[in-house]
Each structure stands twice: as structure tokens, then as C-alpha cells.
């Protein structure tokens, strides 16, 4: 067998990987960074810092200099025993607990729709046993929406009313109607967002097929899961972290950083012992607001991860990407491919086929020519 020539592109970007990725300076990124977040705060900081210090050199008579410069030794001295790091950095891991729970907490429908295509049905019934399937489903991503609507600013502010919810093809008006308007905002007892997986586990238990298959009991166990899982991240909502403690880290943090503003000043130089290093602008003061108050933004940006930030769930794009792929799942409308001997046929130590560079022009920044090596190729009874 001939080795195999493929083209293939010779540079990997990084829209290419999911996750994160190292290729560019992380510093230098925008999106979701720091300077995007804290720019503004800190231009306002860095400026009332430098008129403060203005006005202590050049606007105050001598005397009220020496009664401040003893202001700004004790301020200094006491907001050094700030505990700080330990407030910031207990709040900060709790919030960044609670967010990545709150993903997998998220279920997917895929394991109901390959339970339910695994049910085999009655000769000449498959289109009724298709709308079967189809109908699960589809109440399952309707409990979906529903219930992380009720988390999500993104969603609230797509689907206001149940007439939108409606157009999207996931619930008919007859639906709607049982279901309600669906407008509460009360933690409990105020929404229907469970009823969709009420009608799918008795329709699943008024189906012959699928009530006498064997895979049954895992179906009806996987929308139990399912719905446990949209109760979890519906939790996360009814019980956020208690204000008072969010109160003593916000307080904390400007507290330190107002003191700041006074303690961080440099004394006027007035007799030996008083030398200082005069910097005009704050470089180490700078370096401290952006770790603490970044520290204090992420637990901000991460607090609620349905809302519009940067960081936040791409809630859309995961709802999307369950409608499809679980439609396609319980639609048998697609035969799999033909079975056939694999290229690992008889080989007593397999390995997967290695990649090596092969010729090709230098001058071509966009693809390379690949070769394709492997000691099986002689043994693929593929061919």
C-alpha cells in the first residue's frame, strides 16, 4: 500500500483549540482581562491619589503638612494589619467554587435521547415511535429553558414572555396554556418549569415499546437525574452566598484602598531620617489595586455566571447545541455506516498512525504536506 499524502494546514490558531491557550502573551490580551475590567477604577484612583498628594505639597501651609504627615505615618502603620488576603482569597475561592458547580451541575439531554434510541420498536409503528421520542425530548430542553431562564438575564431578556418561548418550536399555545405565564419570581411555587418532565416520564409510561424494553427503568431514572440536576442549578439561585459576608469583603476592600489613598503618600523630606525615594507616580500602590481589586472583580464577574459577561456561560450556544444534537440522536432516519474489517485486523500490537513532515515549499505559510507512516499499512485488510 502506498503511504497516503494529505494537505493539511501547517499553523494551529487558537480558535482552533478549545480551552485555554498559550500562543499570545497573556498580559497583552483584552477580553475577560483585568484591564478591561479595572481601567477605569483605576484611572479614577491613580488621579484622586495624585491630587491628594498636590495639594499636600503645594497647597497646605507648613503646619497642617506636619500635622498630615503624622496622619499618614499612622494610617500607614494601622492598615498594614489589614487581614485582607485572607477575606479576599476565602471569598474568592468560594465564589469560583460555586460557579464551576453551577456548570456541571447543568445536565444534558444526550443520555435520555441514546436510551430512548435504543428502544426497538414494533414493525410499521416507527413514524408514531419517532414523534414519541422526538416529544421527550423536546420536553426535556423545554424544562431546560424554563428553569434556567429563571437564573439567566440573557435568556429573560430573549424570551420575556411565554409568547416567545412559543416561537421558538419547543412548546405549542396548548402547552403554554398548562404550563402558565411563567413571569414569578417568587423561590418557590411560583413556576411550572417541571411539568414538561412530568409528561414525558407518563408518556414514556403509556408507551408500550418503551415501557416493556429493557432499558425502561434507565430512562425514567436518567429524567429523574435530569430533573435533579436543573433543581441543583436552580439551588444556586434560591440560596446565593449570604449578603453580609459579600458586605465584609466589599468593605474591606475600600476601606483598605480609601486609607490608601492617605498612607501611601510620601512625606515631605524635612531632616535626616526622613529620606524617601520620591516616585511621582504610585508604581507599587498601582500593583496592589490591580491584585486586589482583580481578585474582588472576578468574584463580581463570576458571582452569577448566567448573566452578560465576558466569562459568563454561553447559555445560547449550549441550549442550541442540545436541540440538535439530541433530535438528531432519537432520529433513526440515518443508517450507520456499513461495517467492515478494521486497518487493525490481526495486527497482535496496534498503534495508531504517526504523522511526519514531507517535503514541501518553504515559501507556503498556510499548508503542509503530510505523510503518512505506519508499519500496518502492508497489513490493512481494508485493502
Known amino acids: 500500500m502506498k503511504p497516503t499524502i494529505i494537505k493539511s494546514k501547517r499553523k494551529v490558531t487558537p480558535e482552533q483549540i478549545l480551552g485555554e491557550t498559550r500562543t499570545a502573551l497573556i498580559l497583552n490580551r483584552w477580553s475577560s482581562s483585568i484591564w478591561k475590567l479595572l481601567w477605569k477604577d483605576l484611572l479614577v484612583y491613580t488621579i484622586l491619589y495624585l491630587i491628594i498628594g ?12 506636619i500635622h498630615l504627615e503624622s496622619f499618614i505615618k499612622y494610617c500607614h502603620t494601622q492598615n ?3 487581614p485582607l488576603t485572607f477575606l479576599l ?9 460555586r460557579w464551576w458547580s453551577q456548570y456541571c451541575s ?6 435520555i435521547a441514546t436510551f430512548l434510541r435504543a428502544v426497538k420498536m414494533k414493525e410499521g409503528g416507527e413514524e408514531e415511535a419517532r414523534i414519541t421520542r422526538r416529544t421527550i425530548v423536546r420536553y426535556c430542553l423545554l424544562a431546560y429553558l424554563l428553569c434556567v431562564r429563571r437564573l439567566s438575564i440573557k435568556l429573560r431578556k430573549k424570551f420575556p414572555t411565554m ?8 412548546v405549542t399555545e396548548a402547552e403554554a396554556e398548562r404550563i402558565g405565564e411563567e413571569d414569578s419570581v417568587r423561590q418557590h411555587g411560583g413556576s411550572n418549569w417541571w411539568m414538561p418532565l412530568l409528561w414525558s416520564t407518563e408518556i414514556a409510561e403509556n408507551d408500550v415499546n418503551i415501557s416493556s424494553a429493557p432499558v425502561y427503568g434507565f430512562i425514567q431514572m436518567n429524567i429523574a437525574g435530569y430533573r435533579q440536576k436543573l433543581t441543583d442549578v436552580l439551588t444556586y439561585g434560591h440560596v446565593p452566598i449570604p449578603l453580609v459576608y459579600s458586605q465584609v469583603v466589599h468593605l474591606a476592600v475600600y476601606f483598605y484602598f480609601g486609607v490608601s489613598l492617605i498612607s501611601e503618600q510620601w512625606i515631605i523630606w524635612r531632616k535626616d531620617g526622613d529620606e524617601v525615594v520620591y516616585l511621582y507616580y ?5 500593583m496592589k489595586f490591580l491584585f486586589y481589586f482583580g481578585w474582588l472583580r472576578v468574584a463580581e464577574t463570576l458571582y452569577n455566571p448566567f448573566g452578560e459577561d465576558d466569562d459568563d456561560f454561553a447559555i445560547e450556544e449550549l441550549i442550541n447545541r442540545h436541540v440538535k444534537v439530541a433530535m438528531k440522536i432519537v432520529d433513526k432516519t440515518e443508517a450507520p455506516p456499513a461495517m467492515q474489517k478494521d486497518a487493525f485486523w490481526d ?5 495508531l498512525m504517526g504523522l511526519k513532515d514531507y517535503d514541501h515549499d518553504e515559501n507556503d505559510e498556510n499548508d503542509a504536506t503530510l505523510q503518512l507512516i505506519t508499519s500496518q499499512e502492508k497489513f490493512d485488510p481494508r485493502n
Open 282 to 286: 504610585p508604581f507599587f500602590m498601582t
Open 80 to 82: 498594614a494589619g489589614l
Open 163 to 170: 409568547r416567545e418561548v412559543i416561537q421558538t418550536g419547543l
Open 106 to 111: 447543568l445536565p444534558w439531554p444526550d443520555t
Open 89 to 97: 482569597g476565602f471569598y474568592v475561592s468560594l465564589v469560583v467554587s
Open 347 to 351: 495486527i497482535t500490537n496496534p498503534q
Open 54 to 65: 498636590l495639594v499636600y505639597r503645594f497647597a497646605l501651609p507648613e503646619e497642617y503638612q
